[in-house]
């Protein structure tokens, strides 16, 4: 990490796909690792899941996940209402040990990040597009509490827009869908904004790890990757099949072969 910021430590199962996922991660953001050698980790997206039944689906997952990406949606931001603190509260004393990726789709940062940051979540992304002129207070002020930061950008936002704050942020989240609702198509488009940041990473010096969120699934994800995408938010597509955990391999084994080809 950039400055003198300390981060929570995670810890975890060690026969659990979440636990190696979180320590790639961290081994990565802390120097010690490279990008190099290609592991993309998957994060199901919970908006994915039937809402009765959040807690079962994710156990259905046997394990089989590297993160549990929340959607938090205010209904002003995007035009759907979500998840709140409640949620990422419940999440954390069921899954004391789960690396917990909340995206904040929210206009009231002011308010509702603090309420977030308590939740006891692992990182937080927040958008570019929300009170741009505070992005780089929120994102100072999320690694100040101890938990990972990240921005996120819609598929309209350019890079240049969160340029600025690169240097600070562990995470860029890439829309490849409109924000606010799930089960649609990946803008194929967005693959060149993963693209130029993996290219403005190397030329830089930056750590981010590079996420996209939106419409992925067993055609597309090889493409994904080798568009530089390291870490693949996916939800309808894996929690509407009929074994979600299988799917996740079937994922990874696409995800494999399109490195192993390239």
């Known amino acids: 990490l950039a400055g003198q910021t300390s981060v929570r430590p995670v810890s975890g199962r060690l026969d659990c796909q979440e636990e190696d996922g979180a320590m790639e991660a961290e081994t990565y953001w802390k120097g010690t690792g490279s990008r190099t050698r290609r592991r993309v980790l998957f994060a199901p997206s919970l908006l994915g899941a039937d809402p009765l039944c959040v807690g079962a689906a994710i156990d259905g997952l046997g394990g089989r996940y590297d993160w549990l990406h929340l959607d938090i949606m205010d209904g002003h931001f995007v035009r759907n209402l979500s998840f709140g603190t409640a949620m990422?509260?419940?999440l954390r004393r069921r899954y004391p040990d789960a690396f917990i990726d909340a995206h904040l789709m929210v206009d009231r940062l002011d308010v509702l990040l603090p309420l977030f940051v308590d939740a006891e979540v692992s990182l937080i992304t927040v958008h570019a597009e929300t009170e741009p002129q505070l992005l780089h207070a929120a994102l100072s002020s999320i690694r100040r509490s101890g938990l990972r930061a990240g921005v996120?950008?819609?598929?309209?936002?350019?890079?240049?827009?969160?340029?600025?704050?690169?240097?600070?942020?562990?995470?860029v989240l890439v829309m490849s869908v409109t924000p606010g609702f799930g089960g649609q198509s990946l803008i194929e488009a967005t693959l060149e904004r993963s693209r130029d940041l993996v290219?403005?990473?190397?030329?830089?010096?930056?750590?981010?790890?590079?996420?996209?969120?939106?419409?992925?699934?067993?055609?597309?994800?090889?493409?994904?990757?080798?568009?530089?995408?390291?870490?693949?938010?996916?939800?309808?597509?894996?929690?509407q099949s009929p074994d979600p955990g299988a799917f996740l391999e079937s994922m990874r084994v696409k995800v494999k072969e399109a490195l192993d080809d390239a």
Do not use: K
Request: aromatic residues 4%.
């Open 88 to 90: 990422a509260r419940a």
């Open 152 to 171: 996120a950008m819609g598929p309209a936002t350019g890079v240049e827009r969160v340029r600025p704050v690169l240097e600070i942020a562990d995470l």
């Open 199 to 239: 290219r403005l990473r190397a030329a830089e010096g930056h750590r981010y790890l590079i996420q996209m969120d939106g419409g992925i699934n067993e055609e597309n994800v090889g493409r994904v990757a080798l568009a530089g995408c390291d870490v693949v938010v996916t939800g309808s597509a894996v929690f």
